[in-house]
């Protein structure tokens, strides 16, 4: 599988096992639901953390910068299906700007 692919897949993975994982919390202390949630919530969140180990950077910090940009898309791909609520232009105009920044981070030639 070229870099690009699985790097793309690790990145996706991370980004739903976070949000599962976050809203699972947003779930049961904002809307009332019943702490059952965290039961999904805390093996999404440890997979998240797991998968992020994976990314192919040299270093943590730049790993987690570039994750950035996917997890601002994952978000506004979550706020369509799960949340009903159709982003805007700005939000994907913000989304296209945070993957570029993302790409660049993470694939950039580094001498």
């Known amino acids: 599988m070229p870099a690009f692919a699985s790097t793309a897949l690790i990145y996706a993975g991370a980004a739903l096992a ?14 009332g ?6 039961a999904a919530g805390i093996p999404a969140l440890l ?6 180990t994976l990314a192919p950077a040299d270093h943590a910090g730049r790993a987690y910068a570039a994750y ?18 159709v982003p805007d232009f700005w939000d994907l105009l913000g989304g296209g700007l945070a993957l570029l920044a993302a790409a660049i981070i993470l694939f950039a030639p580094r001498g």
């Open 18 to 31: 976070e949000i599962v994982g976050c809203f699972a919390f947003w779930a049961w202390l904002r809307q």
């Open 33 to 38: 639901q019943s702490p059952v949630w965290l």
């Open 47 to 52: 997979l998240f953390a797991w998968l992020l």
């Open 68 to 85: 950035g940009g996917v997890y601002i898309v994952a978000s506004l791909v979550w706020l369509w299906a799960a949340e009903g609520t």
